[in-house]
């Protein structure tokens, strides 16, 4: 019966390929454990597909996983090399949220809030300085996601995305609220502004240029300051959110690979109702490559046929941002009047 068993149940392979992003261990240890709970053999694939390719695979019993929960980084390291061949159930963990089939990919959050917590810290140091702007740089790529909600969370006066590019008008009015809104602040009070830059906004005006720019503009009305985030972005432990995110994307795509290999509901018992040839080896069925998502307040699966359309493959980001609409918002809450 034992042998029986091991015969169908599924050999499910786990890898991590990408930057590292907050939830991403989080994510293993819940299909580890969830798969075991199931009858099925978790396999670790260590270092990406570089690794799989070197066969650094390893079969993860229920304790290898202990304690990744709270474990930023990839445990099973990760990169950013990318194969040619079909993987089949794809679970998305991306800082930037720039997955199309899914309003939050996993890392976005933990990634939020170490955009906060610099930020806090420096807007906290621009006040004590006293009429002081700095411009700080925000990961995103070409998807504007952290750069638009870090501004809407830190109260940034101007937020550079991407999606709408930097050019000298902009720029213009951004120095002449910046120069209103000082002259209108108390005397010798002076609360310090942030200006917040995806890294991709523009090719022509960096991060340095516009804030040379600023402090040339304001005419000794105000300084002007840079800084760069860069991987602290990443984040150290997950965020609760991206914790319980990362562990119903992953019970969610063990079932889906239950229901496309051997036919079964969650309710249903691996080893008593998969047909004695066992599961199924291949499967043609276009559906059974997809995307599993946070989309609402469910989890969703879209194949990866159906997101192509949906998908702005140049910029690696979906044709449509849901978040674009918190722009304005960040816009309004700022008093900036000329940008609605």
């Known amino acids: 019966d034992t042998e029986k068993k091991k015969e169908r149940s ?54 290898d996983v202990d304690g990744w929960m709270a474990h930023g980084g990839s445990e099973l390291g990760t990169n950013r090399d990318q194969p040619s061949l079909d993987m089949g159930m794809v679970s998305y963990q991306l800082q930037n949220n720039n997955v199309p089939g899914t309003d939050y990919s996993l890392g976005c959050d933990t990634s939020l809030n170490a955009i906060m917590e ?35 969370a830190v109260g940034a006066t101007s937020v550079y995305i991407p999606e709408e590019g930097i050019n000298l008008t902009r720029l213009q009015k951004d120095v002449r609220h910046l120069c209103q809104r000082y002259a209108a602040d108390a005397e010798g009070k002076s609360q310090g502004r942030v200006i917040i830059r995806s890294e991709a906004a523009s090719k022509t005006y960096t991060t340095d240029i516009v804030s040379a720019i600023i402090k040339e503009e304001g005419h000794q009305q105000f300084d002007s300051r840079t800084a760069i985030l860069g991987h602290i972005q990443q984040g150290g432990s997950p965020s609760p959110l991206d914790r319980i995110r990362a562990m119903r994307l992953a019970v969610s795509a063990v079932d889906f690979l239950e229901e496309h290999a051997c036919g079964l509901s969650s309710s249903s018992s691996v080893a008593s109702n998969v047909s004695a040839a066992g599961p199924a080896v291949y499967n043609k069925d276009p559906d059974s490559i997809a995307v599993a998502g946070i989309q609402g307040s469910g989890v969703s699966f879209t194949s990866v046929d159906a997101l192509l359309k949906h998908t702005d493959m140049k910029n690696r980001k979906p044709v449509q941002s849901w978040w674009m609409d918190y722009k304005r918002t960040g816009n309004l809450l700022a008093r900036r009047n000329d940008l609605l």
């Not at 050999?11 to 991403?24: D, Y």
């Not at 610099?118 to 996601?145: L, M, N, Y």
């Open 10 to 63: 599924l050999r499910i392979g786990i890898v991590n390929v990408g930057a590292p992003a907050g939830g991403m261990n989080a994510a293993v240890r819940g299909a580890v454990r969830y798969a075991r709970n199931r009858g099925h053999i978790p396999f670790g694939i260590h270092n990406g597909f570089p690794g799989l390719m070197a066969g650094q695979i390893k079969e993860l019993q229920w304790m």
């Open 118 to 152: 610099s930020c806090d810290a420096i807007k906290q140091s621009a006040t004590a300085s006293r009429k002081r702007v700095f411009v700080v740089e925000v990961h995103g790529g070409k998807s504007g996601f952290l750069a638009v909600m870090s501004g809407l």
